[in-house]
């Protein structure tokens, strides 16, 4: 497989991803963003660590999410949990408004 393969199928991989993203995402109510990882969640709970050396870190709870990533099989999880050292990003998502049909077709 050459370069220019592997860049191909990178690609398409992550196209059917952001599909998969555009999908779902009306599903749940959060955005986490983690150091290494993209979550899409209905539930989240950071809490801030210190261990035993004074270090501090996130200890983030997620229940009923989504994972973004790509070599992943089963991107859907129902319970997920991080630790960190870095900050986490926790976005509560806008929900559209209920639209009801106009009936003027």
């Known amino acids: 497989m050459s370069a220019e393969d ?3 199928y990178e690609n398409e991989i992550e196209l059917g991803l ?3 993203y555009r999908d779902v995402v009306g599903l749940f109510s959060y955005v986490v963003e983690t150091e290494r ?3 899409l969640t209905n539930s989240v709970d950071v ?3 210190t261990n035993d050396g004074g270090d501090t870190f996130f200890e983030v709870r997620m229940t009923d999410a989504w994972v973004w990533d790509m070599y992943r099989q089963a991107r859907f999880v129902k319970n997920v949990r991080v630790l960190t050292f870095k900050d986490v ?4 998502l806008a929900k559209p408004e209920l639209q009801i049909p106009d009936g003027t077709a």
Do not use: G
Not at 89 to 92: F, K, L, Q, S
């Open 6 to 8: 592997l860049e191909r």
């Open 18 to 20: 952001y599909r998969e």
């Open 37 to 39: 990882r993209f979550y």
């Open 47 to 49: 809490q801030v660590r």
């Open 89 to 92: 990003n926790v976005e509560e």
